[in-house]
């Protein structure tokens, strides 16, 4: 199917949106090619950031389990998830699949109270592996504490900076300068010595191994120093609906999550069938596909108390570093059937 450019015109309305965030900066609108399986019903446009995260929406689209349940289903690719979360907040696009950063999302919350509701999450940490830290492969770097004074990327973003900054601060590496730099821009900077280390999302740490560049320091770095326990999940990544879609499609909604949740079956239980519908979506494939770790999923209906404290834990991080305007309360933004 051809692409479709989804870039929008920038407006007036836009600048709104961008100044009510508080993050104008860091939200440059980038929209990219679309993929649309066409049924019955009204259209449900979801964003997604290019990441192997998204497995689960990218499968449900390819085994054909929207289709089956007679839904009409956009996928609206963008450069990064404030992008996805921004297209939320304008009204066009109706959700977001998991890998959109959990906190982009609740700034779209602050700027909109009552905008979405999370139906799963893509909690990570030392076992499910997605963030990182990695090094040139014949760095002297050895640990965390070995980047004190040193020159660290950054994913782009305020969710990768902060998490970036407060890592780095909590793990003894005082005085490492932080900068952004797109995830796909890591390794190269790496190898070119622009930079000591970087953190980064997979399949960046694998891309590297790989191809004998870069080598990993840390993983699971955001439930060992954010949450305080390697094992703890870490729900980074979210997929959403807008509650104004939920409120106006009820019975759709339900069976979008449905068919998005056989998607998230499908990675539990058939994860080599699954990972080939990384192709066409991510940068991933050939024998990356079966190399990249996978991440965990959680369904609303699976959260249990300790999984909402784990979560509201890493939201209070946002508040505390003042990044947030407000306290944001994770409870409130889980879908309720």
């Given at each position: 199917?051809?692409?479709?450019?989804?870039?929008?015109p920038?407006?007036?309305s836009?600048?709104?949106i961008?100044?009510?965030t508080?993050?104008?900066a860091?939200?440059?609108?980038?929209g990219?090619?679309a993929?649309?399986?066409?049924?019955a019903?009204?259209?449900i446009?979801?964003g997604?950031?290019?990441?192997?995260?998204?497995?689960p929406?990218?499968a449900?689209i390819?085994?054909?389990?929207f289709?089956?349940a007679?839904l009409e289903?956009?996928?609206l690719?963008?450069?990064?998830a404030?992008?996805?979360?921004?297209?939320m907040?304008s009204?066009?696009?109706?959700?977001s699949?998991?890998g959109?950063?959990a906190?982009?999302l609740a700034?779209?919350?602050?700027?909109?109270?009552g905008l979405?509701?999370?139906f799963?999450t893509n909690p990570?940490n030392?076992?499910?592996?997605?963030d990182?830290?990695i090094?040139a492969?014949d760095s002297?770097?050895?640990?965390?504490?070995?980047l004190?004074g040193?020159?660290?990327?950054?994913?782009?973003?305020i969710?990768?900076?902060?998490l970036?900054?407060?890592?780095?601060?909590r793990a003894?590496?005082?005085?490492?300068?932080v900068?952004?730099?797109?995830?796909?821009?890591?390794i190269?900077s790496l190898?070119?010595g622009?930079?000591?280390?970087?953190?980064?999302l997979?399949?960046?740490?694998?891309?590297?191994?790989?191809?004998?560049?870069?080598?990993?320091?840390e993983?699971g770095v955001v439930?060992k120093?954010?949450?305080?326990?390697a094992m703890a999940?870490?729900?980074?990544?979210a997929a959403?609906?807008t509650?104004e879609?939920?409120k106006?499609n009820?019975e759709?909604?339900k069976k979008?999550i449905?068919?998005?949740a056989?998607?998230?079956e499908l990675v539990?239980t058939k994860p080599?069938?699954?990972?080939q519908?990384m192709?066409?979506?991510?940068?991933?494939?050939?024998?990356?596909?079966a190399e990249?770790p996978?991440?965990s999923y959680m369904l609303?209906?699976?959260f249990?108390?300790?999984?909402?404290?784990?979560?509201?834990?890493?939201?209070?991080?946002?508040?505390?570093?003042?990044i947030?305007e407000k306290?944001?309360v994770?409870?409130g933004?889980?879908?309720?059937?």
């Amino acid at each position: 199917m051809k692409p479709v450019d989804t870039t929008p015109p920038r407006s007036a309305s836009r600048r709104r949106i961008l100044q009510a965030t508080g993050a104008s900066a860091a939200l440059g609108l980038i929209g990219a090619p679309a993929i649309v399986r066409a049924q019955a019903g009204p259209k449900i446009r979801v964003g997604y950031w290019p990441v192997a995260a998204g497995l689960p929406f990218f499968a449900a689209i390819e085994k054909g389990y929207f289709k089956e349940a007679g839904l009409e289903v956009e996928a609206l690719k963008f450069a990064g998830a404030q992008q996805v979360m921004e297209a939320m907040l304008s009204g066009r696009s109706d959700g977001s699949s998991n890998g959109t950063g959990a906190a982009n999302l609740a700034i779209g919350e602050i700027a909109q109270p009552g905008l979405f509701k999370i139906f799963a999450t893509n909690p990570s940490n030392a076992k499910y592996v997605l963030d990182e830290f990695i090094t040139a492969k014949d760095s002297p770097i050895k640990t965390m504490v070995d980047l004190k004074g040193k020159k660290v990327a950054s994913g782009p973003g305020i969710q990768n900076v902060t998490l970036c900054k407060t890592m780095l601060e909590r793990a003894g590496a005082t005085g490492a300068t932080v900068s952004e730099l797109p995830i796909g821009q890591h390794i190269a900077s790496l190898v070119a010595g622009q930079v000591d280390a970087c953190y980064t999302l997979e399949p960046t740490g694998t891309i590297g191994r790989m191809n004998g560049t870069t080598r990993v320091i840390e993983a699971g770095v955001v439930a060992k120093y954010i949450l305080g326990d390697a094992m703890a999940p870490w729900h980074g990544g979210a997929a959403s609906l807008t509650t104004e879609f939920i409120k106006k499609n009820p019975e759709v909604a339900k069976k979008f999550i449905a068919a998005y949740a056989r998607g998230i079956e499908l990675v539990r239980t058939k994860p080599e069938e699954a990972r080939q519908f990384m192709k066409g979506y991510t940068a991933i494939e050939g024998p990356l596909t079966a190399e990249v770790p996978l991440a965990s999923y959680m369904l609303y209906s699976e959260f249990k108390p300790s999984d909402l404290a784990y979560f509201q834990k890493f939201y209070d991080l946002f508040t505390e570093k003042g990044i947030f305007e407000k306290k944001v309360v994770v409870d409130g933004l889980i879908y309720k059937a």
